[in-house]
């Protein structure tokens, strides 16, 4: 007798989770690294103001953040199990705290990250820090059918989308918008 198939979820292009993060945790976060961004890089380490404006930080895997690491990690798991189902290995050792201002129409065009530079990432996770009245513009922005579809601004949203999916962050014209970013990886697509 042939084995059934595990019934698969009904896939979906993004999962979300409201007060991922705590407002006291959101707020040291931004306290304690503000100071050290530094402008945003492209996949293979350079720079282009066309394609992206936005200053970042990253948090390394080490003891002091490893309640956020494993926090991100067992929601990702989670979020993988009730809508992706990919093969996942873990969460890559750099979390990105980002800052996109209005000084300088601070965004991000039309991008994956999926690509030749990072061909093992799965899912990407973005967790909103900036409530949504301290900015206009800003918005994280998914390409899935024929119009860009506008995720939740709200404040400590935990966000997740497959990686090869075509995202962008619209150019903030008043404000900071800040944000954390993190990346699932696997073994590579098959």
């Not at 409201?18 to 959101?26: A, H, S, V």
């Amino acid at each position: 007798m042939a084995k059934e198939k595990e019934e698969q979820p009904y896939f979906q292009p993004h999962a979300t989770a409201q007060k991922f993060l705590t407002e006291q945790e959101m707020d040291g976060l931004i306290a304690e690294h503000a100071a050290f961004v530094a402008e945003g890089k492209l996949a293979y380490g350079h720079t282009d103001p066309t394609i992206r404006r936005s200053q970042v930080v990253y948090l390394g895997l080490i003891e002091k953040y490893r309640w956020l690491y494993e926090r991100v990690w067992t929601a990702a798991r989670e979020c993988n199990r009730l809508f992706f189902c990919v093969d996942l290995g873990g969460v890559e050792s750099e979390l990105q705290l980002a800052r996109y201002d209005s000084a300088d129409q601070g965004f991000y065009g039309w991008h994956t990250d999926f690509s030749g530079a990072r061909p093992l990432r799965k899912l990407s996770i973005t967790i909103q820090l900036s409530n949504s009245d301290d900015y206009e513009g800003g918005d994280l922005e998914l390409l899935y059918d024929k119009e860009p579809y506008k995720l939740d601004r709200s404040r400590g949203t935990f966000l997740v989308f497959p990686s090869f999916m075509l995202h962008r962050v619209t150019p903030v014209t008043r404000g900071t918008r800040w944000s954390l970013v993190a990346w699932i990886g696997g073994k590579r697509w098959q």
